[in-house]
């Protein structure tokens, strides 16, 4: 039986994380439809890391069946912390192992980006509902990182977002991982004079971790009377993070990668983070793949672990 023929475009195979909440890995495979429906003739894939189906081994095994073998892989995260560095690149490495005569060109992390600033600014109009912007404080909320590049860069998304949009001010705050926690961004706001404050999601999807920015800030506005505190929604699967998927596809099939090397912590010293130069990217272990397994120098399997707080 003759091979089916490889496309004339490498594939787009969109790479995420993975959630243990359905409604954010539906909007993920939902948001991965889309855009194969936007796009006829490129063939279009997605899988996870880990925690939700499809695995990307089996996102990947499906395109090769259809006679793809170039692929430009985009993470569908939005910073650049350890799963943009290591864990998806190293996953990508399984896969092209898996299947000689593959290859593989790695797109970067999405943001930031004016297209994403234009939804977070659309959210958190949709939040003060016909409010002005005049008086109104931004809590932005990052997930968190034991990267201080990435947590830098939710602060570079705040400042960004602050600039030229008529509002009081854009504080930053993290649910995981690093501080100022959400509870702490928003007593900050109320010491800086807030008095209405919209705390501001920078997720793309809904999820654990969001959920969990809205539980919090709800907990903390009941406990201070007298102050007006909102809860805009995520990024959601708007028009502008199909284009932006589709730039930093294009970016990563014609060569134009612009990582930010500048500040990474396996590149530069930075204080704290001194023994991470240099060091190795390994990603840590995913159960559900059995192509990934660490060997020790007796023989035996270890697998190499760091913290989820989903």
């Excluded at 996870?48 to 990947?60: G, Q």
């Amino acid at each position: 039986m003759k091979p089916p023929a490889a496309p004339a475009s490498p594939a787009l195979l969109l790479v995420g994380h993975g959630t243990r909440d359905d409604a954010g890995a539906d909007a993920f495979r939902t948001f991965v439809a889309g855009l194969a429906a936007a796009n006829p003739g490129l063939p279009v894939g997605g899988g996870f890391i880990e925690l939700s189906p499809p695995p990307l081994a089996d996102s990947v095994a499906r395109l090769v069946d259809a006679g793809v073998r170039d692929f430009t892989a985009v993470p569908l995260v939005l910073v650049s912390a350890g799963h943009a560095k290591g864990d998806i690149p190293a996953a990508l490495a399984r896969e092209e192992r898996r299947h000689p005569g593959t290859s593989y060109a790695y797109g970067r992390p999405l943001g930031p980006h004016p297209h994403l600033l234009t939804v977070l600014e659309r959210r958190l109009d949709e939040a003060l509902d016909g409010v002005g912007r005049a008086g109104t404080t931004v809590l932005l909320v990052g997930r968190g990182s034991t990267d201080p590049d990435a947590n830098a860069e939710v602060h570079k998304v705040a400042r960004l977002l602050w600039e030229g949009r008529g509002l009081a001010g854009v504080e930053t705050a993290f649910v995981s991982l690093a501080e100022p926690s959400v509870p702490t961004g928003l007593e900050r706001c109320r010491r800086l004079g807030a008095r209405r404050i919209v705390v501001l999601p920078y997720f793309l999807f809904t999820g654990v971790l969001p959920d969990r920015v809205r539980d919090q800030a709800r907990g903390w506005a009941a406990d201070h009377d007298g102050l007006d505190v909102r809860c805009a929604e995520v990024i959601g699967p708007e028009p502008e993070l199909a284009e932006l998927v589709m730039e930093r596809y294009r970016e990563a099939v014609q060569g134009d990668l612009r990582m930010n090397c500048d500040s990474c912590v396996y590149r530069v010293k930075l204080p704290g983070f001194e023994d991470r130069v240099g060091l190795p990217q390994q990603p840590h272990h995913h159960p559900g793949d059995p192509g990934h397994a660490h060997h020790g120098p007796n023989g035996h399997t270890q697998g190499h672990h760091h913290a989820h707080t989903h």
